[in-house]
């Protein structure tokens, strides 16, 4: 079936640092990606997404491109904050009219000051 | 309402019992899923609605689950004679969902179910 494999974490940086949170996925259709934060003490929130091969999702300085030829949708932030220190979720949408999504297992992210 | 709301928070029950959880989602949104985030797991897909079509059961894990959702608003899934290894937090999310549109949820805050 389809699945969702992130990066194993905890990530620890520090301020201004570049970050890259990898997922790779496995699905047997055309799915659409999303990325996922949780902050402490918060519920989940949509970060970005993409529906199709090549699209890039940003937010907030997040980005992530659909690569369906190395079915991945790496996160990336070019400077990240002490505010962005929170769980990331990578996940897919599986294709048709069920829209469930397949998780991967969160990668959490701390930085420091 | 702006969001989408669960309650109780927190849940605490003596193993054996049924518990009912409630989700009420964002006015509108024709799409409700319930998910369960155990420590150190991913979240688990438990059963989906979408508008007045059967649910997707597919994630239940055991015929002490159930849900319902009355009226296509506000949902309660009820886990009947809990155990241990239904202590998690419990999540539900609303979606709009026209034609062949993909959107992303909006999560409510979640309830944190404690058998003991």
């Known amino acids: 079936g389809d699945s969702v494999t992130q990066m194993e974490g905890p990530v620890t940086l520090s301020e201004e640092a570049f970050l890259t949170i990898n997922c790779t996925y496995t699905?047997?259709?055309?799915?659409?990606l999303f990325w996922y934060v949780q902050y402490p003490g918060e519920g989940l929130q949509l970060l970005l997404k993409a529906t199709k091969a090549d699209d890039k999702g940003s937010n907030k300085g997040f980005e992530a491109t659909y690569r369906k030829e190395t079915t991945s949708f790496h996160l990336e932030k070019g400077s990240v904050q002490v505010s962005d220190s929170a769980v990331y979720f990578c996940?897919?949408?599986?294709?048709?009219?069920?829209?469930?999504?397949?998780w991967g297992l969160g990668t959490s992210l701390a930085v420091n000051p | 309402g702006a969001g989408v709301s669960q309650s109780p928070s927190n849940k605490v029950t003596e193993k054996g019992k049924d518990v009912e959880l409630r989700c009420d989602p964002i006015?509108?949104?024709?799409?409700l899923y319930w998910y369960r985030q155990s420590l150190g797991q991913g979240l688990e897909f438990l059963i989906y609605f979408q508008g007045n079509s059967a649910p997707d059961k597919s994630g239940l894990p055991s015929d002490r689950f159930s849900a319902e959702r009355t009226g296509g608003s506000v949902s309660t899934l009820t886990i009947q004679r809990t155990q241990q290894e239904d202590s998690a937090v419990y999540l539900c999310?609303?979606?709009?969902?026209?034609?062949?549109?993909?959107?992303?949820?909006?999560f409510g805050s979640g309830t944190r179910l404690t058998v003991v």
């Open positions: 006015s509108g949104h024709t799409a």
């Open positions: 999310a609303s979606s709009s969902f026209i034609g062949t549109g993909t959107y992303g949820y909006t």
């Open positions: 996940a897919l949408s599986e294709g048709g009219n069920n829209r469930k999504l397949i």
């Open positions: 699905a047997t259709g055309y799915p659409s």
